[in-house]
Structures are given as C-alpha cells and as structure tokens.
C-alpha cells in the first residue's frame, strides 16, 4: 500500500528531518515549503537519491486557496492523503505582550493556528472512512511553550500552540470512530533555524541549564517521536500530547 505524507514546512528543520524519516520509513512525502524552494528541492533530492519517493508543493498554510490547490496537487500526483504532518510555523522577536501589534498576533495565529485547521479539515476529507477513506493519522507539532508560557519573550507563540493542543484533543475524539489517529508532539529546545528567525540565535544554549538533561534536543529526536506516531506501531495512540523536552 503506497502511504502518502504531507509534512507542512517540511524544507528545514524538524519538517526537514521527519520527511526523511518517514521517507526511509517507506513513506512517499509531499515537501511543502512557502518561499525557499531550494531548501525543498535538496529535501526531495535526498529522499529519491536514498531509493524514496518525494515532491515539493508550495503554499502558504494560512492562505486557504494556496492549500486547496496544493492538495489537489498531491491527489494528482501521489494519490489519497494517510498521512500529516502539521509542522509549518513561525516566531517573532522576543518582546512583551504589551509591546505586540495586532499584525504581529493575526500572523502568528494565521499561520500557527489557522494553518494547521485548514490542512487538518483537508486531510480529514481524504482519510477518513466517513468520507470514503481507509484512515490515517494527523501530527501536529506543538511546543513545550504551551505549558511555560513563555514569559518576556513569546507568550503570542505559546498561545498559538496552547490552541494547536485543544485542537489535537477536539479533533482526536471527533475522528476517532473514522480511523484517523490525531496527536502531537511538544519540543523543547530544539536546534533549529528558528530560534535565530527570533532574534535569539543563542537561545538553546543559553536555557539549556533549565533542562534536566541539560542539553538541547535535535529535529532527528523529534522526528523519531513523529514517524512513530505517523506509524502502525503506534495504531492505539490518539489524542496524545508527546513532550520531548529533555524533561522540561
């Protein structure tokens, strides 16, 4: 059976390295990415080079045009969804929840939030049985910072992902009976480019002594957490909220 996997900002980071999991995994995976095409193309380039199957789709998750031609795109050339990965998501530089604009909290929830709702109610619409599919599972990619809170730094961030929890939970008893499994994973700190797309390049290594194991974690450990969830061998786990925080 030919498993179909959408990993949203699947180009760098966490996205980057669950698509080549999953790939080794037998997936086939649909890259999406937003502007950086070459970061997705080296993503795709690495899978069919190791004997895999992939493609890169564009779109901007919060613009619900862009997603709906980005799905029509997998159904033509890869087929029935059974899989997703809701990774695509931002930050913004640390400041103060009185110092945030408006513009600043609708692009963190469009794209966080939003985001993530429509490419879930997409991907319910292929998978589950009560729309004629044969099932699935949905991951999306929380963060430790819905249960710290983020104080002084990204509390917008941690809202956004306090909601991506709820709407693990919702979505996982409304799905459940339909054979679509919906769970997610909270990082910590995690090395990836996002810290320095925040201002704080440094970031993981200057908190890493709040961390038990007192390090920071890597998007291959996150990754390993996701494909399981994504698996088979996970098949009577859902509405979970998977902390891999070091302990955090």
């Known amino acids: 059976m030919n498993k179909v996997l959408l990993v949203t ?8 390295a669950t698509a080549l999991l999953a790939a080794q ?8 990415y937003t502007a950086n095409s070459l970061a997705a193309d080296e993503v795709v380039r690495q899978i ?38 809701n ?7 640390y400041a103060r929840v009185a ?19 429509i490419c879930a109610r997409e991907a319910v619409r292929r998978m589950s049985t009560r729309y004629g599919g044969e099932g ?25 992902k306090g909601a991506i929890d709820a709407f693990t939970l919702g979505l996982a008893k409304e799905v459940a009976a339909e054979g679509v499994r919906v769970n997610a994973v909270r990082p910590g700190l995690i090395e990836t480019e996002i810290h320095a797309s925040g201002g704080l390049p440094n970031r993981v290594k200057d908190l ?13 450990e996150v990754a390993q957490s996701i494909v399981w969830l994504l698996s ?10 998977l902390d891999v925080s070091g302990g955090r």
């Open 208 to 220: 890493q002594h709040l961390v038990p194991m007192q390090r920071g974690g890597t998007a291959d």
């Open 232 to 241: 088979d061998a996970a098949s009577y786990t859902t509405m979970s909220l």
């Open 48 to 85: 069919r080079s190791a004997g895999g199957n992939a493609i890169a789709v564009q779109a901007d998750v919060a613009d619900e045009a862009q997603v709906l031609r980005m799905y029509e795109h997998i159904d033509a050339k890869l087929g029935r969804l059974s899989g997703l990965v």
């Open 99 to 117: 110092d945030m604009s408006v513009a600043r909290l609708k692009r963190m929830f469009d794209i966080n939030v939003m985001g993530s709702l």
């Open 136 to 160: 699935g599972s949905i991951v999306n990619v929380s963060s430790a910072a819905s249960r710290l809170g983020s104080p002084g730094q990204y509390v917008d961030y941690a809202s956004a």
């Open 87 to 93: 990774n695509a998501g931002v930050v913004d530089v």
């Open 25 to 32: 995994q037998g997936w086939t995976v649909a890259v999406n």
């Open 9 to 16: 900002g699947g180009s760098r980071g966490i996205g980057a």
